[in-house]
């Protein structure tokens, strides 16, 4: 049984990440009908890039709470602006292009990202280690059950992030922008809105969330290459998929779901399969219900 | 107010619009009226920046020529575009459709007595501000059209076919609405394909075919004339 709770609570912890990732995907999704393939890239970035930043500022070696709140802030920082560029420089020249080829450009963008990143000149092939930010010590203990500090972290600030974001989309005169453009681009002109400019909002707030990301699954899988962001920003598509795609509180339930599914996979069944779980849960989603747990009927915009 | 100069509008090989010239003076209601197909809608949007014109030249308050204008620039000036079919935000709440009329505006105080003039026009608005937009009917769909680019104080207001689909006594309160709101200062450039109510509303009027103006005049005129009498009144 306490296997199982811990189980549970390494899973929520996982999902929580795929969750922050997801939301990107989905407020993309949701203003440009594209699924941005260099997501999990970016967040690979917020990663990667953290390292850096702890060496720079000195922070990496005396791990404190402020430390970890100043790469936080840094690595959300650092990829607002870089998904502003991607978006800038590689899908805004294609705005009365094709669907297809945006998707394509996406695509290339990912691989961009996924190779240069092996040069030597830049981050390298081989993983580096992500810098421990904090000690990890128990937090809570329930018999044998044991919430640590990080795995509470990992899950507050997720769940503090998405409530965020909630709140900002449904409430704010922003949110209410991007709302309007997600809906349709000419009306939401007509009221006034400056399309390009609130894509470019929707890209640099998804990439700050998935900057956050990065960092949180530093401090759990603390080696980090090029290639880190493929598996997990499959994994968070598909959660982004599975709650619904366009939906905010469908992201974050798609990614706990994920999470867990491919815990108690590789707890329960084989660490084998852990990878693939989120590939069947695609296929039977795509298959039972398109539209995901909290999606709203996909209205084809024209 | 707003000066429309020999504007041509293509769309690929297909010439919509072909020279078209036209008035509005500020405080009127001038009529557009045609057929299916002539290019009515096609000039509203010339107008408001969606379809920019391949020729001529659009002056708003004699000094901006905003031919050139992205969408949201025009808006910034102060005209407001009612799309043809409404486009409201079916996502929305009702209230959440105001709003997004108002987004270029910081006057929170104001935006809220609007808010309240807006409701005291259309009471049934104000019973279903919290519901989705989606629900509405098709009549209160366009007071909602209408009321959310009032939302944002336009000095020019165009309507692309408010009567479009509605019955009988809703196109009569429609009117009475614009021409309450023209009361209360707002210049109108009315587009109908229902020629008597839009003349009946208006002070001038013009007649646009095949993407050319071929009449023009004040709305008694055009009224009493053979041509129209036949061919938009459906007289014998
Ligand atoms: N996006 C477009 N692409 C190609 N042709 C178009 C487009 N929009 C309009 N047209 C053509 O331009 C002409 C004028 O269309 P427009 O919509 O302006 O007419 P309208 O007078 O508003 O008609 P209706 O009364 O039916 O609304 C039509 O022949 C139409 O087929
Ligand atoms: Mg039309």
Redesign the pocket.
């Known amino acids: 049984m306490e296997l199982f709770l811990q189980q549970l609570l390494q899973g929520f912890k996982f999902g929580s990440i795929y969750a922050l990732i997801a939301l990107g995907y989905t407020m993309v999704y949701g203003v440009l009908r594209l699924i941005n393939f260099a997501h999990g890239d970016v967040f690979m970035l917020g990663a990667m890039l953290s390292i850096f930043f702890a060496r720079w500022t000195g922070w990496g070696t005396r791990p404190s709470w402020l430390a970890l709140a100043g790469i936080l802030a840094l690595a959300m920082a650092a990829c607002a602006l870089i998904g502003a560029l991607i978006e800038r420089l590689a899908y805004r020249p294609l705005r009365n292009a094709s669907r297809l080829s945006l998707l394509i450009t996406a695509i290339g963008v990912s691989l961009f990202i996924e190779n240069a990143g092996q040069l030597p000149g830049v981050f390298g092939a081989t993983p580096r280690a992500f810098p421990s930010l904090v000690e990890t010590r128990p937090w809570i203990t329930w018999g044998t059950l044991t919430i640590s500090n990080v795995e509470a972290l990992v899950i507050g600030v997720s769940l503090a992030l998405t409530g965020a974001l909630h709140f900002f989309v449904q409430r704010t005169r922003i949110g209410l922008a991007m709302r309007a453009v997600a809906f349709d681009f000419r009306t939401a002109s007509l009221m006034g809105i400056h399309v390009n400019r609130v894509i470019g909002w929707t890209f640099m707030l998804g990439s700050a969330l998935a900057g956050a990301a990065g960092v949180l699954y530093g401090l759990s899988y603390p080696a980090i290459d090029p290639l880190s962001g493929f598996l997990p920003g499959i994994k968070a598509f598909v959660a982004a998929v599975l709650g619904g795609i366009g939906s905010i509180p469908g992201a974050f339930v798609g990614g706990i779901i994920i999470g867990e599914a491919e815990t108690l996979t590789a707890g329960y069944l084989s660490s084998t399969y852990k990878d693939a779980i989120a590939f069947l849960i695609l296929i039977v989603v795509l298959l039972v219900k398109p539209s995901g747990l909290l999606g709203r009927k996909v209205v084809e915009k024209v | 107010m707003l000066s429309v100069e020999n504007v041509s509008v293509h769309?690929?090989a297909?010439h919509?619009l072909k020279g078209v010239s036209l008035q509005v003076h500020a405080g009127e209601i001038v009529a557009l009226i045609?057929a299916?197909?002539?290019?009515?809608?096609?000039l509203l949007r010339a107008i408001s920046g969606l379809t920019p014109p391949s020729e001529g030249a659009i002056v708003f308050q004699g000094t901006h020529a905003i031919h050139r204008l992205p969408p949201h620039e025009i808006v910034g000036l102060g005209i407001a575009h009612v799309p043809?079919g409404r486009a409201i935000f079916a996502n929305f709440t009702v209230e959440e459709n105001l709003m997004a009329g108002a987004y270029l505006r910081h006057d929170r105080l104001e935006i809220a007595e609007d808010l309240e003039w807006i409701f005291g026009i259309f009471p049934r608005l104000k019973e279903r501000r919290r519901q989705s937009a989606a629900t509405l009917s098709g009549g209160e769909q366009q007071m909602l059209a209408i009321s959310r680019a009032l939302m944002g104080r336009p000095r020019l207001l165009l309507l692309d076919?408010p009567s479009l689909g509605l019955a009988p006594i809703i196109v009569q309160s429609i009117f009475k609405t614009i021409r309450q709101i023209n009361a209360q200062g707002a210049t109108i450039l009315l587009v109908e394909?229902n020629a008597h109510m839009a003349l009946h509303a208006a002070a001038r009027g013009y007649v646009i075919q095949t993407g050319q103006i071929v009449m023009e005049g004040p709305s008694a005129e055009l009224l009493a004339s053979k041509r129209v009498r036949q061919f938009y009144l459906g007289e014998t």
């Open positions: 769309y690929g297909i919509a045609g299916n197909g002539t290019g009515k809608s096609s043809e076919e394909q």
